[in-house]
């Protein structure tokens, strides 16, 4: 009998120093100033694989909801998480596009190669007035990127008149001809894309000059201010931001854009790593990778206040996203991925690390919005599902222009051999009507993790939340069973004494509501 109780309580210490105590983190006071724009979750669109063709714009003998060929069932899913704006036509496909070839009567539109993305026939049947349409449907800010690399001043200048002009010039006439009167007021344009790359392979100064010589042409027409934006660095590049910055007045720019993604095995070459195949060691250095974006982000902000100490210019990091191998037998060119609860974790926290460097991050977009690398949506003839990152965007639409409160806390570790990452991530904001929005991440697949949270000066009564979880982080939706990943109420919160009490449960995303 003596043994039992001895054997209980060594049992009971062992216990107790394996549970993880409590971490302590304050959810600062905000200032009202410090917004966290929606723009950080925007979306982007390419003319690339089955994004365009076959997942916005489909056949139109099609047996799903159509607006002419627009469809309407992922129209209606992308409606519901408020996609603040959305990028095309692309990506390295902007800088072979020819906008004229894209309107005007469909069967009169020529034809021409993608080049960039699996050599196919591109019928140009998806042009301006349909990307358009779907920004209206979507209630979303087109965000158009110029074709710089192989186009010309004049045709931008061109794009830019037929769209917000109002006089009677015959490119406005012709937009009237084909459809809609009134201009339409497009105003976030990004001159050229990757300039360094697929772009043009310029170098930075060359960039800055071509640069300025199309901004000087962008024109403010009555009604519509412009929003130009700089074709920004290559990841950690920070010599091109440098030069940007140095070389570009601020008043010819509103925002300079960046590029980060994130792939498994962190190389271009040879095998990126498997979508849904792969082990914790794999598990864990995406995420590596992934985290990666909070110091590529602080090295381009320092670099951008140097020479812009006000924070007028805004950094958008307009690509981002997991790039895994294409999904076994798809078209290599297409870049169709599957998307694991893995990578709604990369997302979520990549939210959080823009949500904390909101003071120059005012723009994002997730590459690519259907079909495409880290997609929301996949589609397959008829069907539809919605992957494991949707649900965080789903999530996360809470923060959009909220206003933005810091947190403090010491995250404990999620190792793995040598290397270790912070297992917890979080943002904070609080919305218009007073609500408090607490977005956390618990990386750690193994270990559930929980927290006390201060919040002074803030008065709230009730808890509640959302978590997605599932049991393994490589599970992912399938068109069989495409509520495999799914979000779920969330018990894990309560209030104790002043404090808000939290356990999130291993690999989990939360986002709470306090009131
Ligand atoms: O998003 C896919 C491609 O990645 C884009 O076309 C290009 O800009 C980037 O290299």
């Not at 003319?47 to 056949?59: A, S």
């Not at 997302?347 to 994002?364: E, K, P, Q, W, Y």
């Amino acid at each position: 009998m003596r043994f039992r109780h001895l054997a209980l309580g060594l049992l009971l210490t062992a216990t107790a120093a394996q549970a993880q105590q409590p971490v302590q983190l304050t959810v600062q006071p905000g200032n009202p100033k410090l917004i966290i724009s929606k723009h950080i979750q925007g979306h982007f669109a390419e003319h690339l694989g089955r994004c365009i063709y076959d997942g916005f714009w489909v056949d139109e003998k099609l047996n799903v909801p159509k607006q002419g060929r627009i469809r309407m069932d992922v129209v209606q899913a992308l409606q519901k998480i408020k996609v603040p704006n959305l990028r095309w036509p692309g990506g390295c496909f902007a800088d072979t596009y020819h906008w004229r070839d894209g309107v005007g009567p469909t069967a009169q539109r020529p034809k021409m190669l993608n080049l960039w993305w699996g050599d196919v026939v591109e019928d140009n049947s998806f042009g301006t007035h349909e990307f358009l349409e779907l920004c209206q449907l979507l209630g979303t800010e087109p965000y158009l990127a110029a074709n710089v690399g192989s186009g010309t001043v004049e045709e931008m200048a061109g794009w830019m008149e037929y769209l917000n002009a109002s006089h009677d010039t015959p490119l406005v006439l012709q937009r009237r001809q084909y459809g809609h009167p009134e201009p339409y007021k497009v105003s976030w344009w990004g001159i050229g894309n990757e300039s360094w790359g697929c772009g043009g392979n310029m170098t930075a100064e060359y960039y800055t000059d071509v640069y300025k010589r199309y901004a000087t042409f962008a024109h403010d027409y009555p009604g519509t201010k412009l929003k130009r934006i700089v074709s920004g660095a290559n990841g950690d590049d920070a010599h091109w931001t440098e030069t940007c910055m140095k070389q570009i007045p601020l008043n010819m720019m509103w925002g300079l854009t960046l590029h980060q993604y994130t792939l498994p095995t962190g190389s271009w070459t040879g095998s990126k790593g498997s979508a849904t195949q792969f082990d914790e060691q794999q598990y864990f250095n995406t995420l590596r990778n992934g985290l990666k974006m909070d110091q590529v982000v602080t090295r381009h902000a320092a670099i951008m206040d140097k020479y812009d100490p006000d924070k007028k210019v805004a950094l958008l990091v307009d690509e981002w996203g997991v790039w895994t191998d294409v999904e076994p037998g798809t078209n290599p060119g297409f870049l169709y991925q599957q998307n694991t609860l893995r990578d709604a974790l990369v997302a979520a926290s990549t939210l959080n690390i823009f949500n904390n460097h909101c003071d120059r991050v005012r723009g994002a977009n997730l590459a690519q919005a259907v079909n495409v690398l880290q997609a929301l949506v996949l589609t397959d003839k008829e069907k539809m599902l919605l992957t494991p990152t949707y649900h965080v965007f789903d999530l996360y639409q809470v923060h959009q222009d909220a206003e933005y409160l810091p947190l403090q806390f010491q995250s404990p570790d999620y190792v793995r051999g040598t290397e270790k990452i912070p297992a917890l991530n979080a943002s904070a904001s609080k919305d218009k009507t007073g609500t408090m929005h607490l977005s956390l991440v618990n990386l750690d697949p193994n270990k559930p993790l929980t927290l006390e949270a201060g919040l002074p000066g803030q008065s709230w009564k009730t808890v509640s939340g959302r978590v997605l979880t599932s049991a393994k982080v490589n599970d992912y939706n399938t068109f069989d069973k495409p509520n495999a990943v799914q979000l779920a109420d969330f018990k894990g919160a309560k209030r104790k004494g002043d404090k808000l009490s939290v356990t999130l449960p291993p690999k989990s995303v939360v986002v709470l509501a306090l009131n």
